[in-house]
């Protein structure tokens, strides 16, 4: 049976994980944006607060995904909440190192002139440490992304039906096939190259000004 | 008019500025100068207040500037540094349009302003407004800085070292430039350099510090060069004062003395040219005199011992 024709076959089960699994993504997604911007301006002003962070954020990529899912659905109960926490705490890292790296790379000259014309704190951050720093965020973002596209299929393990779903059924019975396998994996790997496709279009417009400003 | 009234800026045990009192007349341009750990651009950020006083005051037409409203202190006063830092992101009419916009001006007095302001710093806004910084020379960026800090008019503007990365011949070409301006604008300019030769062609007056932020002299330039109030200040300005002081002196001031039966020397100056270039004419000319002339009209004649009797 040839791997198309069994995901056309089976599209009535597959096609609801499809949608459940870019959903959670998008939702985890949005959420470590959030938190990890703002966790990465602070990581940005203060060294301290920046060691403590990525050694927390990257303490946390080396708990397996498999057991910190399980944890936290004795708390978040199974499904996907425990899901969506999980992948947030993993996107953190990429997203809060990139975020603090791209402030501090930006030309001290920059802003002590934003300063000296008057700017407030948070004029200086919108209009020129976040702007200059867009590249290097979206390319966080980027990774975290690709990383937790993947990640979320072991959610499965967890209750999420996402496309963990038909992979971790297939490897559960004797009877499973390869084909089975790959019908969770394909669409898996699909929806991370759209993503990266589509966030690297983004860093592409947003680098413009700021790559052939480096300079400047 | 801006006043420094004892103040000192201390950083821990090291004193960067200590106990500076100093009046910047309004329309002036004053150059800080000295060498580096002179507390000058320390003194210049302090009426910004990028960097506040450890004690002391400094009061903008008698108002004290740490009662004021920081941003709205700084939004009043031009600032233009050394590394410009423009906005890379930004075009040059956008980087132009910086202190306008924070003041919420409409969107056609802005524009109207960036034009106005790229067409005063010689760059026409047709070729310049669109680009972006990375796209400009080194001397084209910092006109571009000097704009940015005009943006709203300020009455005050300050420049730290604005020319001290960009080679000789442009930056001779600026300071003509700046000079030009204040022709024109009159604002109150605080200058910092620690190159003496800019300080004097560009100083109403030249504020000289040493080690530790202590004024050592406060003077015209003519006065600074022909009387260093200190040998500190006699080494800063170097070799050659007197003769390099003569490039600050117009032929017009000097005594200039009658031609003579013998006719006019053939070799001629300017009489708002310098005693410098008048002494340079004098050692071609054959008698050791020349002509001075206001466009056509003979004004006199100059020799060796005018200048010499001009230059005390």
Known sequence: MSIITYIVDNWGTLGPQVTTHIEIVAMSMAAAALIGLILGVFAARSERFSTLILGVTSTLLTVPSFALFG??????????????????????????????????????????????????????????????????????LRQATVMVVAIATVGATVGADDLGQPILEALGRSSGTLVQVLAGVIPVAAIGLVADGVLAGVQRVLSRGAARGAVG | ?????????????????????????????????????????????????????????????????????????????????????????????????????????????????????????????????????????????????????LGADPDILLMDEPFGAIDPVVRVRLQNELLRLQKVLHKTIVFVTHDIDEAVRIGDRVALLSQGGVLEQYARPVELLAHPASAFVAEFLGEGRMVRRLALLRVRDARLAQPNGSGLPTVSVRADASLRDALDAILR??????????????LGVIDSESIREASR
């Open chain 2, 285 to 298: 000319a054959d008698g050791g005199r020349v002509t001075v002339r206001d466009v056509d009209t003979v």
């Open chain 1, 71 to 140: 944890l936290l659905s004795i708390w978040a109960g199974l499904g996907n909440p425990p899901v969506i926490i999980g992948l947030i705490l993993y996107a953190l890292l990429p997203v809060v190192r990139n975020t603090s790296t791209g402030i501090r790379a930006v030309d001290p000259a920059v802003t002590e002139a934003a300063r000296g014309m008057g700017m407030r704190p948070s004029q200086v951050l919108a209009r020129v440490e976040l702007p200059l720093a867009a590249p290097a965020i979206l390319g966080g």
């Open chain 2, 1 to 149: 008019m801006i006043t420094f009234d004892r103040v000192s800026k201390r950083y821990g045990r090291v004193t960067a500025v200590g106990e500076l009192s100093l009046e910047v007349a309004s329309g002036e341009i004053v150059v800080l100068a000295g060498p580096s750990g002179c507390g000058k651009t320390t003194s210049l950020t302090m009426i910004n207040r990028l960097i506040e006083p450890t004690s002391g005051a400094i009061s903008i037409d008698g108002r004290d500037t740490a009662t004021m409203d920081v941003n709205a202190l700084r939004r009043s006063i031009g600032y233009v540094i050394q590394q410009v830092g423009l906005f890379p992101h930004q075009t040059v009419a956008e980087n132009i349009a910086t202190v306008p916009r924070l003041a919420r001006w409409s969107r056609r007095r802005v524009a109207g302003r960036v034009e106005e302001l790229l067409e005063l710093v010689g760059l026409p806004p047709g070729d310049y407004a669109q680009r972006l910084p990375a796209e400009l020379s080194g001397g084209e960026r910092q006109r571009v800085g000097v704009a940015r800090a």
